[in-house]
């Protein structure tokens, strides 16, 4: 590690809730357009955005990591931060 300018703490690993923020909102409506006749909607809206610090290995685990594929060349620990969108509506 010392080669490489890093120490122990530059792989402190981060662990908990991911944090997340996610809001929808719907609808649903009927439109009389005569005594026999309706115009019927419904939808929605959704999102949700994350972050999540992933798992990873640390430097002195050597047999349980492929470094070809995940080399430890970060300070930063690997994320994921989704941001799902998804929409729905039917007349």
């Avoid at 981060?14 to 357009?33: C, K, M, V």
Wanted: glycine share 8%; hydrophobic share 35%.
């Amino acid at each position: 590690m010392a080669k490489r300018g890093l120490t122990r703490g530059d792989f402190v690993s981060r662990i908990g809730q991911a944090q997340t923020r996610g809001g929808a909102l719907f609808f649903n409506s009927a439109i009389p357009l005569s005594e026999n006749a309706e115009v019927y909607a419904f939808g929605g809206l959704n999102y949700r955005n994350g972050e999540s610090a992933a798992f990873r290995r640390q430097p002195a685990q050597l047999t349980q990591n492929i470094s070809e594929i995940y080399p430890f060349v970060s300070k930063e620990p690997p994320y994921a931060e989704p941001h799902v969108r998804w929409y729905s509506r039917f007349a």
